[in-house]
């Protein structure tokens, strides 16, 4: 066994501490009778109290107990794992220094454990019914209030169909009407990532892009990798797209752009929203911003979809209207579910667990979410997910599909997943041997007391 010499050790201590204890029992049965007889004296109590024994004699008898003590005697470990190894020829485990009251009060600590664990992770029935309740409610809101894009083709001005799609077209239209959205574009214009035409890329493969597709393609023009890529192009006078499953940095004829990182996030952010509700040439809606990591998706060429390839899919999608202001729409019912699940869970918290209000609300915000929220949150758009997935069978038509609830679907599952399958457990023993431990350093500090005891005991 990797530790028989530790514990042979341990149980030759074992052995001594064993002899000590029979040999001082007797001591002990001793004072005990002493305190006995001193309680049935009349007046001890008084005597022992009183301000003449406190002045004189217990001072006299704590300097005779000082001046008693033994100092132990420090024995080398070399020595005890020496005397270990003759004392006990064949190799020992753990049964024989541990009893099975000791395994069984050792289970009963680790079961404590476990049960606190699952008290502060655990998911309970409100936590299911939170879930599938909201998780419902928002694909009702889907399936009632938001309506599959019009074609990039209608006019500008025309009413778009759904409660969610008119509210976000109105917004838009009035913070980023046609005049102000020409005037953004020629106040930000970014060089090279706004490439349009293959003709302008050195090296680049004849269909890399296209005055149509080059908002999809260049991933400048991602609401939110545009920030990264789109400055980076900036600087070094590239277009940065996928092509064949793959991201390259495409060489461009036009020059980089002068400017400070934060000076050309500003001109990447005013570009942006010049591009989000710009309407085309002809007056019509046009093709805006892509949704957040659309041309990303791009990279998974090799996958079937119906009679078509994942990465034809999402750029049909996005050429046939699926842009940003959709994913705007798209967003309100799952930006609605998630509000009403903290506040659920917030006063679940609050209320059947008396957890203080603060604490349950900061187990909700992004980058502080506790695990059994995460799980919520999974189970949440898992149920969204899955309705939606109903709505796109049933009208045959994916731009039907919730872009926003998809993508909260495969953020938290992964991370639901991840928990589940490896992050709890992990979590459990590493906070079960940091309570173990801190017993062990508990123990070790009372050591100095212990020994300060036992050099007055009698040898």
Not at 135 to 156: E, Q, R
Request: proline fraction near 6%.
């Amino acid at each position: 066994m990797p530790y028989s010499r530790e514990v042979k050790g341990i149980k030759l201590l074992q052995e001594r501490g064993a002899a000590i204890e029979t040999a001082h029992g007797e001591l002990g049965t001793s004072l005990r009778d002493i305190k006995a007889q001193l309680a049935a004296l009349e007046g001890s109590a008084e005597i022992l109290s009183s301000p003449a024994y406190q002045t004189e004699k217990a001072p006299v008898l704590a300097e005779e107990q000082e001046a008693a003590r033994t100092p132990l005697a420090e024995v080398p470990l070399a020595d005890i794992y020496a005397e270990a190894e003759t004392r006990y020829a064949s190799p020992l485990g753990l049964t024989d220094i541990l009893s099975v009251d000791d395994f069984r009060r050792i289970d009963h600590r680790i079961e404590a454990h476990v049960r606190d664990f699952d008290r502060r992770y655990g998911l309970d029935a409100w936590d299911y019914a939170i879930a599938g309740g909201c998780g419902l409610f928002a694909a009702m809101l889907d399936v009632l209030c938001v309506k599959a894009p019009p074609k990039p083709t209608v006019a500008f001005a025309t009413k778009v169909n759904g409660i969610f799609n008119r509210t976000v077209q109105e917004a838009f239209n009035k913070l980023l009407p046609p005049d102000l959205s020409h005037a953004l574009s020629k106040g930000y214009p970014i060089g090279a990532p706004d490439t349009s035409v293959v003709t302008d890329l050195i090296g680049a493969p004849a269909k890399a892009l296209n005055p149509t597709n080059h908002r999809l393609r260049s991933l400048a023009h991602d609401p939110l990798l545009g920030f990264i890529f789109g400055v980076l192009d900036m600087m070094r006078g590239t277009c940065t797209t996928v092509v064949d499953g793959r991201i390259l940095s495409l060489p461009s004829t036009k020059p980089s752009v002068d400017g400070n990182v934060f000076q050309l996030l500003g001109r990447m952010l005013g570009h942006l929203l010049s591009d989000v509700n710009a309407p085309s040439a002809n007056g019509n809606r046009g093709m805006g911003l892509p949704a957040p990591f659309m041309g990303l998706l791009r990279m998974f060429d090799g996958i079937p979809v119906g009679g078509s390839t994942f990465d034809k899919q999402v750029e049909w999608m996005f050429m046939n209207g699926y842009d940003f202001r959709q994913f705007v729409t798209a967003a309100i019912p799952t930006t609605i579910m998630e509000v009403l699940l903290r506040a659920f869970y917030v006063g679940k918290q609050v209320k059947l667990h008396d957890a203080p209000f603060g604490e349950s609300l900061m187990d909700t915000m992004p980058g502080r979410l506790n695990a059994r929220f995460r799980m919520i949150l999974a189970m949440a758009y898992g149920t969204f997910g899955t309705v939606n997935a109903g709505k796109v069978y049933v009208t045959g038509n994916i731009l039907n599909a919730n872009y926003a609830a998809w993508l909260g679907l495969v953020w938290n599952g992964f991370h639901a997943l991840k928990w589940a399958m490896l992050d709890r457990h992990l979590k459990l023993w590493s906070e079960v041997e940091a309570r173990e431990i801190a017993e062990l350093e508990d123990l070790v500090a009372r050591l100095p007391e212990l020994e300060a005891r036992a050099e007055r005991l009698p040898g």
